[in-house]
């Protein structure tokens, strides 16, 4: 049985961010609203975080509590977080980022408005480097009042390329734009929906941990609103910058094969749990991946790009996805090289875009 002492629970997985936790922090101990707990997990940092919030009296303060664990990754942080959390809601909060002032009243006072099982809202995403520039992101308000509408109508937007993107295909520009950023910071969530059905972040996930998260809880949500508020400051520090050594080209193959094999898992709890195949709802990420990775492995050499692709072509569910999937839709510059792909010219079709390249043409599919 789940017994509520506060009304949200605020899980920040700290990790090295000594520089940041004073903005975060303020920006929730500035709301009107006051019914939470901030629950801070130290993921084993070595910065000054502890003394910092130490000096900053958090420590003082009892609706604070923070736990410190050696490192385990932002999954599990969050994982211990939700393990102690006494809300009837909980929020998860990355600490170099920061609410807006009355976002916590808002979202709450949706979420009793309909008992809903989450809440969903808007947020803008903040360059630093690019001296604060901004993009807003809000939802048109809605309410998804049933499990199966949720599991037809929401998911597909966060899980990957569907057919139906494939087939209803635009521009690159708009099918990628079609696509839901997944951050769990978008959501406030019922605590008993999560501990009832045992969800959890999956281990050592590092770059899908929140669509896994929230693919699993669409499984057993009943009910999600949706607000068109902007709350949330997503901050980027910097641009990363992709290079194509083979160290990198070997980490985007694996984080590919991890996001299939993930996929996979939660496939099988859609099948088992509610008879649903969720194949569809990602189909055109898997192909569209092995596109990606042909392009990046045609700047190193043959043999080690070709042993690379490999491992990823040879997986049951990419044979299947290039098999199964409908490019007809496709304009050609994107149809040929998945046709090809079909035909298993997978090779000739990475030896082609290293010539393309070696003379000089620019390669944008």
């Keep these: 049985m789940n017994t509520n002492k506060y009304a949200v629970s605020i899980i920040l997985p700290c990790y090295n961010v000594s520089q940041y936790i004073e903005r975060a922090i303020d920006s929730i101990l500035i709301q009107d609203f006051k019914d939470y707990e901030i629950i801070i997990i130290n993921d084993g940092s070595t910065d000054n975080l502890l003394q910092k919030c130490d000096d900053l009296g958090y420590t003082e303060k009892g609706y604070i509590k923070i736990l410190s664990f050696k490192n385990q990754g932002l999954s599990q942080a969050r994982n211990e977080g939700l393990k102690i959390a006494q809300g009837e809601y909980v929020y998860f909060f990355d ?97 008993s929906v999560l501990i009832d059905n045992k969800i959890l972040f999956p281990k050592g996930i590092k770059l899908i941990e929140d669509k896994l998260f ?13 607000m068109d508020d902007v709350l949330y400051n997503y901050v980027i520090k910097e641009k990363g910058l992709l290079t194509s050594s083979l160290n990198n080209v070997k980490g985007l193959v694996e984080d590919k094969i991890i996001g299939i094999e993930q996929r996979a898992i939660l496939r099988n709890l859609y099948l088992k749990e509610k008879n649903i195949d969720i194949f569809s709802y990602y189909i055109g990420t898997i192909v569209f991946s092995a596109l990606e990775l042909i392009m990046r492995l045609s700047d190193i050499s043959f043999f080690s790009s070709r042993k690379e692709l490999k491992r990823y072509m040879n997986m049951e569910d990419v044979r299947v996805g290039i098999k199964e999937i409908d490019v007809s839709h496709l304009p050609l510059k994107l149809r040929l090289p998945i046709v090809m792909l079909k035909y298993r010219l997978t090779y000739l079709l990475l030896g082609g875009m290293r010539v393309l390249k070696m003379i000089g043409l620019k390669v944008n599919i």
């Design 95 to 191: 600490p170099d980022d920061y609410i807006n002032q009355g976002m916590l009243s808002k979202v709450y006072l949706k979420a009793k408005e309909g008992n809903y099982d989450a809440v969903h809202f808007g947020f803008q995403t903040i360059y630093e480097d690019q001296g604060g520039i901004h993009y807003d992101k809000a939802e048109s308000p809605y309410v998804y009042q049933t499990n199966d509408e949720i599991i037809h109508n929401y998911l597909p937007r966060f899980l990957g390329i569907t057919q139906d993107n494939i087939n209803s295909f635009v521009d690159l520009n708009h099918l990628w734009s079609s696509k839901e950023f997944s951050g769990v910071w978008r959501f406030l969530y019922k605590r």
């Design 214 to 226: 929230n693919a699993r809880f669409f499984c057993y949500a009943k009910t999600i609103a949706l």
